[in-house]
């Protein structure tokens, strides 16, 4: 019975360092793939997440002004539509009249007659 328990022990203990092992092999295996992704982001020229989202937050703004911008334009264009319907006509008041052509005096051409 003792053997048998030695036996579990040093399976337990075999087990046990196999799996450590494996798990230091995981660690190992998950940083140089990690590095080599690194590498050929690099090359390929890809951005990092923080210059993505320094980006994407600078698109945001952009975005947001675009719209107060254009909200304000709204406003402005009704403001003048409402203006120009309120008074339609404010060159006619401001524009003399015309002055129909009169022909000649006829005090002045009686007067060049005699």
């Given at each position: 019975?003792?053997?048998?328990?030695?036996?579990?022990?040093?399976?337990?203990?075999v087990?046990?360092?196999?799996?450590?092992?494996l798990?230091?092999?995981?660690?190992?295996?998950?940083?140089?793939?990690?590095?080599?992704?690194?590498?050929?982001?690099?090359?390929?020229?890809?951005?990092?997440?923080?210059?993505?989202?320094?980006?994407?937050?600078?698109?945001?703004?952009?975005?947001?002004?675009?719209?107060?911008?254009?909200?304000?334009?709204?406003?402005?264009?009704?403001?003048?539509?409402?203006?120009?319907?309120?008074?339609?006509?404010?060159?006619?008041?401001?524009?003399?009249?015309?002055?129909?052509?009169?022909?000649?005096?006829?005090?002045?051409e009686?007067?060049?007659?005699?």
């Amino acid at each position: 019975m003792q053997t048998e328990n030695r036996l579990f022990d040093d399976l337990a203990r075999v087990a046990s360092g196999a799996i450590n092992t494996l798990g230091g092999v995981r660690e190992e295996i998950e940083l140089r793939v990690k590095e080599r992704l690194e590498r050929l982001a690099g090359e390929m020229d890809l951005v990092t997440r923080e210059e993505f989202d320094a980006v994407q937050a600078m698109a945001a703004k952009a975005r947001a002004e675009q719209e107060a911008l254009k909200a304000r334009l709204d406003r402005l264009e009704a403001k003048l539509a409402a203006l120009e319907t309120a008074d339609p006509a404010p060159e006619a008041k401001a524009r003399p009249k015309r002055r129909v052509a009169e022909g000649p005096d006829p005090a002045t051409e009686a007067g060049s007659a005699g």
